[in-house]
């Protein structure tokens, strides 16, 4: 008998069955087809062929579960240019990649938006790294987190809009004839790309100016 034929040998596998990785990349893929109200620790544990109990022994709650979701998505975001950029071009380029990474898993905005960010290491030091930056940039230290605040308030809601069908704004010309307008002067664009592109550098303009003002 080869070794290839003989009987596979009982007892625990040589990999474990399930690992961080694999577990987060399960619970993505179930939001992702279900919604977040489908995301009980029973169901993921149906989605990754293993009983609960097995589940619990990697990851002991939803929380830490959703901590990994966090830092899943965060990890996608590129916060490199703080520290080598000025801070507005900094932050642009973060914001760019946050919008990227956001519109990729639009259904996750709702739940890592509003996750406390203690326990995921990489999204803490991502957030180290911009206040480092915007500090450094002059900012005072009690405004750096309005700015993180209301730039991330921007940003996720146009990885919403990326995800929005194209007709959300159709209406019949008899109804709404201005409205169904401006929407048709849109046709053939990118638009939730230009509306992003306009917003952001409205928000940036105006950081600039608000930095002028405080003097620094």
């Known amino acids: 008998m080869t070794s290839s034929e003989r009987p596979r040998r009982r007892g625990r596998p ?29 169901a993921l ?4 062929g293993v009983a609960p109990s097995a589940l619990y022994n990697h990851v ?10 966090q830092d899943h998505v965060n990890q996608e975001i590129d916060c490199s240019d703080f520290g080598a950029r000025p801070w507005d071009a900094a932050l642009e380029s973060w914001a760019r990649s946050y919008r990227e990474a956001y519109a990729r898993h639009a259904l996750l905005v709702p739940v890592i938006a509003v996750t406390p960010i203690a326990g995921s290491p990489h999204t803490v030091a991502m957030y180290e790294k911009v206040a480092a930056g915007l500090r450094a940039g002059g900012w005072p230290d009690d405004q750096v987190m309005d700015v993180v605040v209301a ?30 307008a401006v929407v048709g002067a849109r046709v053939g664009r990118d638009t939730a790309r230009a509306a992003f592109d306009l917003g952001l550098a409205t928000v940036l303009a105006g950081l600039r100016d608000r930095l002028k003002a405080l003097g620094t």
């Open 14 to 42: 040589t990999a474990p069955l399930l690992s961080q990785e694999k577990i987060t990349r399960a619970a993505v893929e179930l939001i992702e087809i279900r919604g977040y109200t489908a995301l009980t620790m029973a």
């Open 45 to 48: 544990a149906r989605q990754l």
């Open 60 to 69: 002991s709650s939803k929380r830490q579960l959703l901590l990994w979701l």
């Open 151 to 180: 730039v991330e308030s921007f940003v996720l809601g146009s990885a919403l809009d990326a995800a929005a069908p194209d007709d959300i704004f159709d209406v019949p010309g008899d109804q709404a004839p201005v409205l169904a």
